[in-house]
């Protein structure tokens, strides 16, 4: 997809942005972002927005109905789509359940787009799509080569932008995220939020394999950002947002216990097998189509997270069973949390 020609529309601040997945992780930073600048928002989701000034449409999106009162109204602008079956490991064991969140989904939420004449469509994708790239550096023009349910519903999503892009002029874009950390991931299941657990628990971390796996992690006030920016361009295509520079899981470790004052010792236990080595992106496409620039450093952004957490005051989901696994692309993580629990960024864990 390449960027398409503009479309008449109010100015940038001025639209209804309908928010799926509003009460999420990502949700909530995005919604404080529209919202801020002046953006009136809907949030849809299974639960209402904490904050009541939101308009909430609270629902099940594979639901009849919910879609259509998402983009009704008049005034909508335009659609962040951010809902998704997000577990990689539950992709695998519920593809079908994943096809119907991921794809089904998108196809009714642009096709009430279109038949409601908003123009504008951003989804979050994943650098999953590409799947095991080795330590290749990976670009939009990688080949899609999904590795599990998850990585594959989000290209079919991607593809169905792109569809609608070329037949009806929308504005549709897909951001391909690596792993977005930041405040408001307690629920998750990814292994920063392992890492801080631990950190809390006075625990330490089991490492698959040597702990070299390379892995780009993205704070979200950054992909926020971009998100910002492709709604403000009328952004189409795809684009991939990271943080450009990869770390190793031993040096995200060596990160978390400067931020924590955490020892966090380390087991090395059998790497396991399928595991991604690296994920290593070039985001030179946002630089220049997006004026996207990274700007909150790992050690900054794991400092917002580590103090998310201790406001929180207590090990939050410290039951997460060993051997679950973190990040989207594969299907393995890099760490645990001894005794009890695993923090490795592998290949495609749990949560996305
Ligand atoms: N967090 C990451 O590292 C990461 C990386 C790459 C891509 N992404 C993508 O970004 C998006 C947001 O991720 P997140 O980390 O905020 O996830 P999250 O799980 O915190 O939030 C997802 C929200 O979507 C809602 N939702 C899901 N399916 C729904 C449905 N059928 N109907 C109504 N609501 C539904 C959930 O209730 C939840 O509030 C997802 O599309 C995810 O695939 C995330």
Same mark, same amino acid.
């Given at each position: 997809m390449t960027t398409s020609a503009p479309m008449a529309t109010p100015p940038a601040c001025a639209g209804r942005v309908v928010i799926t997945g509003g009460t999420g992780f990502v949700g909530r930073a995005a919604v404080a972002a529209f919202a801020g600048r002046g953006n009136p928002v809907t949030v849809v989701d299974r639960s209402a927005h904490p904050d009541p000034t939101v308009r909430s449409v609270v #629902?099940? $999106? %594979?639901?009849? #109905?919910v879609v259509a009162d998402a983009v009704a109204g008049g005034d909508v602008a335009g659609v962040v789509h951010l809902a998704a079956m997000t577990s990689v490991l539950r992709s695998v064991e519920h593809p079908v359940a994943t096809y119907q969140a991921n794809v089904a989904v998108t196809q009714d939420l642009l096709e009430g787009c279109r038949q409601a004449g908003v123009g504008r469509f951003i989804m979050a994708s994943t650098n999953a799509v590409v799947g095991d790239a080795g330590h290749a550096t990976v670009d939009e023009a990688a080949s899609l080569r999904p590795l599990t349910p998850y990585g594959a519903t989000k290209a079919a999503g991607e593809m169905l932008l792109c569809g609608y892009a070329g037949a009806y002029g929308m504005a549709t874009c897909a951001l391909r995220f690596t792993n977005i950390y930041g405040p408001g991931m307690g629920h998750k299941d990814s292994f920063v939020p392992r890492m801080m657990r631990a950190a809390l628990a006075g625990r330490g971390v089991q490492i698959y394999g040597d702990g070299l796996q390379r892995r780009d992690l993205v704070h979200v006030d950054d992909a926020v950002a971009a998100v910002l920016a492709a709604w403000d361009r009328r952004f189409t295509g795809t684009a991939i947002i990271g943080s450009g520079q990869s770390v190793t899981v031993l040096e995200l470790l060596d990160a978390v216990r400067t931020v924590t004052g955490c020892a966090l010792p380390v087991e090395h236990v059998a790497a396991k097998p399928g595991e991604m080595p690296a994920v290593i992106v070039d985001i030179s496409r946002a630089r220049e189509q997006l004026g996207y620039r990274p700007s909150v450093s790992l050690i900054d952004g794991l400092a917002t997270v580590w103090q998310d957490f201790a406001a929180a005051g207590a090990p939050l989901n410290a039951t997460a069973p060993l051997n679950a696994t973190v990040d989207s692309? %594969? $299907?393995?993580?890099s760490v645990v949390v001894t005794p009890s629990v695993v923090v490795t960024p592998g290949t495609g864990g749990p949560d996305r």
């Open positions: #629902g099940e $999106l %594979t639901e009849p #109905g692309s %594969t $299907l393995h993580n």
